[in-house]
């Protein structure tokens, strides 16, 4: 996760708002990966699920879905219900911070493969709205991330500082 802290960091010095959110990410990040991890390699695949950050510090997972309905939901079915169950606690200031991981195909910057990658959108109570991707492959029971990359997301959840 070294390689990691020292991406985010970098990415984050370029808004002034993010010197209060590095810490926040970084603890979103150190907790919610290793699950998406352990879904890649126990499934191959995983359904988008989110995390908040509590304003006690503490993160917690958020499920997107319900359980009630037998069907399987699609994926934008799951991200759907994530979004609403992440702006309620926003919105009643619950969270400092939450965030929207998904297994998604892309083509990194510079590539002309496109490959699969866990997608972070992120999105912070300071201003901060990004998505981070971590390009993966998985062998021998293992993940390995490749070289991080990131975009502008708009602010979804939580109102203008």
């Not at 509590?54 to 009630?68: A, M």
């Amino acid at each position: 996760m070294k390689s990691i802290s020292m991406a985010l960091a970098s990415l984050l010095l370029l808004s002034p708002a993010m010197a209060d959110t590095e810490g926040d990410v970084q603890t979103m990040l150190n907790t919610l990966l290793p699950i998406a991890e352990e879904l890649l390699v126990e499934h191959g695949e995983f359904f988008p699920f989110g995390g908040a950050m509590t304003t006690d510090g503490e993160v917690v997972t958020i499920s997107g879905i319900d359980g009630l309905n037998s069907d399987q939901p699609s994926a934008n079915e799951v991200m759907d219900m994530l979004d609403i169950n992440l702006r309620i606690g926003a919105e009643n200031q619950r969270y400092n911070a939450t965030a929207v991981l998904s297994n998604v195909v892309v083509t990194p910057p510079g590539k002309d493969t496109p490959t699969t990658a866990i997608a972070v959108t992120l999105d912070h109570r300071a201003g901060f709205a990004m998505t981070l991707v971590f390009p993966y492959s998985i062998e021998d029971s293992a993940v390995t991330l490749g070289d991080l990359f990131a975009k502008a997301s708009p602010r979804r959840l939580f109102e203008s500082p």
